[in-house]
């Protein structure tokens, strides 16, 4: 019933920039805290950055100053802008979304997760 589909992932050289985008699709009432979290093979899911129908915006020590989340309500969708890349910032990012929506006449709250953006940073 809810859908997140991640874009904007490639290859960049350590310094550059990317920028990631999530758009949540389906029968959505409305979505709370928007994330972006990464996850290195073997690795846990950890949290990149956080934002909240507000505004509100929360990040990892490690993007703090490089990385920007934000997010277009009208659109269903969050951005991840990443400058100053390094080559520990090689992951899988995922799109997380908190929202309500509506399955089999019942409004529902769940989390729902992307398939996952690939990020690769060379030295």
């Known amino acids: 019933q809810v859908q997140l589909v991640e874009s904007g992932g490639g290859l960049v050289q350590a310094g550059g920039s990317l920028r990631l985008s999530c758009v949540a699709s389906g029968s959505i009432s409305s979505i709370n805290t928007m994330g972006w979290y990464r996850q290195a093979a073997g690795k846990q899911r950890e949290l990149v950055a956080a934002i909240t129908s507000g505004g509100s915006t929360n990040y990892a020590d490690s993007v703090k100053g490089r990385f920007t989340i934000s997010r277009d309500n009208s659109k269903n969708t969050v951005y991840l802008q990443m400058n100053s890349l390094k080559p520990e910032d090689t992951d899988v990012y995922y799109c997380?979304?908190?929202?309500?929506?509506?399955?089999?006449?019942?409004?529902?709250?769940?989390?729902?997760w992307g398939q996952g953006a690939q990020v690769t940073v060379s030295s």
């Open positions: 997380n979304a908190d929202l309500q929506y509506r399955s089999g006449g019942i409004y529902r709250r769940g989390s729902s």
